[in-house]
Structure formats: C-alpha cells, structure tokens
Antibody, heavy 123, light 109 residues
C-alpha cells in the first residue's frame, strides 16, 4: 500500500532555508505516470499547493513562491525533497507531501497524503 | 489565474440532514480536473471525489459530486456524525497548476 511521511525541522529562523524530505513506499518515481507534490496549510487556514515533480523529472511550482522553491527527487531512496528559501513567519504551516493520482485518466488529484509536519518560523 | 470560491464558509446542519456545498471557479474549468477533499482536525486531507463526480476508493455513496463549467457541488445525502469536517475543492490546470478553495466547515447544529 502507498504511504508517505514528511521529515525535517520543526523550527526554523527567519531568513533560513527550509529543507523537507518526503519518504514514500508502495510506488516508485521511476514508474510512468507517477508524481509527488507538496501542499502546505497555515494554522487554521486553507490548503496551498506548492510544487510537484513527475517521474520524468518535470517540475511545477506555485507562481507566487517559484523563486523560493526547489523540488527534487531521489528515486534510489524513494524520496522527494522540497527546499524553501528565505523563510518568514508567514511560512509557518503544516507541510504535506502527497501522491498524485489519475495521471493517465487525466484526473489530477492527490489520493495519498503524508501525516504532515508542522514547521514554525520564529527567531 | 483560476480562483475557487467555496460557499458557504460554515454550514450548520444536524445528522441525517442533506448537505450541499458549493465550489465556484473564476472561469470555466474542465470537470475532469475538479476534486473534493475532507479534512478532520489534526488529520491530512482525504480524497472524496475526483473528476467532479467520481467517488474515490472506499468513499460511501452518500457522498456525490456534480457540476460543470464554473459551478460544482458536493452533496452529502444523509449526514453521519463522522461527516462533520472541513471540505475543500481543488482544480488542476492553468496557473497555478493546482488551486484549492478556501474550504467549507460543516458543523453540527
């Protein structure tokens, strides 16, 4: 079965770079049609999509954060890494990684999610 | 940029009642790319509906989705106690590639 889990720091200082790792099982990013995304949610607020990486290496980013985000994959470790530079208190949120479903049927949705990791930005 | 607006912000109903949640897109979108999620406190979102009207695996048939163009709905035919949660719609396509609505909180009356 598919599972994903986020890991990384729980507290970062303003201006620092956040690096989060999504470790997954039950699928491979070497397989056609597979993609993994990152979504965040500030406390008490709505979901915000951040980035997505496809099996063939294509990356997509939220335009509002594009200049601060990088998403990479390590297929040998079954991991996807997200970096977000110049952290600010407004970036305090729970960060989720998720498996993209429905690629081949042209339905793009997130069908499996990690439990999320709360990152607080504070000096 | 496609913006999804959900209404109402909060819906207060009793178990057994019917719930209708709305998701309106700022421009016409393909129903293929419209999904709905349920989120309970302290949990990750759970996929309910994809392609506007297809139930995800293991989702009870009291959940149904519909709509086209700019107006989409999620209907829960008879509310169970475990259905009280926050619901989000999501669209793929355009810029940003994925957009979420701001959510509708379904609370017990």
């Amino acid at each position: 079965q598919i599972s994903l889990k986020e890991s990384g720091p729980t507290l970062v200082k303003p201006t620092q770079t956040l690096t989060l790792t999504c470790t997954f099982s039950g699928f491979s990013l070497n397989t056609s049609g597979v993609a993994v995304g990152w979504i965040r949610q500030p406390p008490g607020k709505a979901l915000e999509w951040l980035a997505l990486i496809f099996w063939y290496g294509d990356e997509q980013y939220s335009p509002s954060l594009q200049n601060r985000l990088t998403i990479t994959k390590d297929t040998s470790k079954n991991q996807v890494v997200l970096t977000l530079t110049h952290m600010d208190p407004v970036d305090t949120a729970t960060y989720y990684c998720a498996h993209l479903g429905g690629f081949w049927s042209s339905h793009y949705f997130f069908d499996f999610w990690g439990q999320g990791t709360l990152v607080t930005v504070s000096s | 940029e496609i913006v999804l607006t959900q209404s109402p912000g909060t819906l207060s109903l009793s178990p057994g009642e019917r719930a209708t949640l709305s998701c309106r897109a700022s421009q016409s979108v393909g129903s293929t790319y419209l999904a709905w999620y349920q989120q309970k406190p302290g949990q990750a979102p759970r996929l309910l509906i994809y392609g506007a009207s297809n139930r995800a695996t293991a989702i009870p048939d009291r959940f149904s989705g519909g709509g086209s163009g700019t107006d989409f709905t999620l209907t829960i035919s008879r509310l169970e106690p475990e259905d009280f949660a926050v619901y989000y719609c999501q669209h793929y396509g355009g810029s940003p590639a994925f957009a979420f609505g701001q959510g509708t909180k379904l609370e017990i009356k």
